[in-house]
């Protein structure tokens, strides 16, 4: 059974950082692409960063340059490092894993399985 468990959500100040961690179970993360993405309220589901089995990656405009993705394939735990945080980086964020395919695409329909979830927070 394929589980996967955010944490490390919580809030902070604009301009501060957090790191967001997702441990994945039931099946191996680093043979699949896994993917980080975010909903505001109101707001539909977006793709943030997503990184494929050979390490590759691929950014959300609005966060390029400013959050990482990477993971520990000895762990099988994915992250998700956020830097220089704005107030729009508020919003509930969800690891999910594509389980068919080892090419990383930041499409929310490709992907079968999605952790709980984990609220991040950050004030101006």
């Known amino acids: 059974q394929v589980q996967l468990v955010e944490s490390g959500g919580g809030s902070g100040q604009a301009g501060g950082s957090l790191r967001l961690s997702c441990a994945a179970s039931g099946y191996t993360s680093s043979r699949y692409s896994m993917a980080w993405f975010r909903q505001a309220p109101g707001k539909a589901r977006e793709g943030v960063a997503c990184?494929?089995?050979?390490?590759?990656?691929v950014y959300a405009d609005s966060v390029k340059g400013r959050f990482t993705i990477s993971q520990d394939t000895v762990k099988n735990t994915l992250y998700l490092q956020m830097n220089s945080l704005k107030p729009e980086d508020t919003a509930i964020y969800y690891c999910a894993a594509d389980l068919q395919r080892s090419v990383c695409i930041l499409s929310s329909q490709l992907y079968t399985a999605w952790g709980q979830g984990t609220q991040v927070t950050v004030s101006s």
């Open positions: 990184i494929d089995r050979d390490g590759d990656t």
